[in-house]
């Protein structure tokens, strides 16, 4: 079978093109790196991309808001087409601006707001996956995940985080201590299709056994990153 193309959405001031594409490579996905500038000039590569992700950092040096200008330029250039590729049932993950990206899209529920400490944020978490959850990249993640975080606004702030519940799109919770004064302790959310993961932590800075900082003590390996990764490209391999 052959490796599922992705695209991996950059912008001014993104870092974290580079580690999703060996996320999504040691997945098995054939990603493919694309400015948000170019994108809205192509919008037809949408069309053979079987997975969509967005990368975290700091776009446009987050000087106007957190995500805001990388979702305008998404919004204005290929809104619609976002739209439809998500009703499309592929799969689509934003990581930290990424997240902020899609929520001020709409594509998920919920805004992402400063921590709630006022402090930028910048350590490993553990993260629970959430049993009762839609979510196609959490399915059958059996044990917490270990990755770092790196935000100033990671604050998940949402009206009714027990709809969010009862609707399974609470994929990810901090089980370590909440580094940001999320509501309901949420680290990551999913669109009612179940197809959408949006989440602040970046577990694509854990894909392989040495990353881990306890690597040379106790390794990792049970709660590591990839699984995600590996979970959205296995489903792409079946559109």
């Not at 776009?59 to 805001?68: H, M, P, V």
């Not at 330029?73 to 087409?81: A, K, P, S, Y």
């Not at 439809?84 to 707001?113: D, H, M, W």
Request: glycine residues 12%; aromatic residues 6%; negative net charge.
């Amino acid at each position: 079978m052959s490796a599922p193309p992705a695209l991996v959405i950059a912008g001014p001031g993104t870092n974290r093109d580079r580690d999703l594409v060996l996320a999504l490579e040691l997945a098995g996905a054939d990603p493919t790196v694309v400015l948000a500038t170019e994108l809205a000039e192509n919008p037809d590569l949408l069309d053979d991309a079987r997975l969509l992700a967005i990368a975290g950092g700091f776009s446009y040096g987050d000087s106007l808001g957190a995500g805001r200008m990388l979702a305008l330029d998404l919004n204005v250039g290929v809104g619609e087409r976002l739209r439809e590729y998500v009703a499309s049932g592929r799969p689509v993950i934003g990581i930290c601006n990424g997240f902020q990206v899609l929520t001020r899209t709409k594509l998920l529920p919920g805004a992402l707001g400063h921590n709630s400490h006022g402090r930028f944020e910048c350590r490993w978490v553990v993260l629970e996956p959430v049993r009762t959850s839609r979510c196609l990249w959490t399915k059958g993640v059996e044990h917490p995940i270990h990755c770092p975080i790196a935000h100033g606004e990671g604050r998940y702030v949402h009206p009714d985080p027990v709809s969010l519940a009862e609707a399974g799109q609470i994929a990810l919770t901090y089980r370590s201590t909440n580094p940001n004064g999320s509501i309901a302790d949420i680290a990551g959310v999913c669109n009612a299709q179940g197809n959408v993961l949006g989440l602040m932590p970046h577990p694509e800075n854990f894909i392989v056994e040495r990353q881990h900082p306890a690597y040379r003590r106790s390794g990792g390996a049970d709660h590591i990153g990839l699984r995600l990764f590996q979970n959205g490209v296995a489903a792409a391999a079946e559109m």
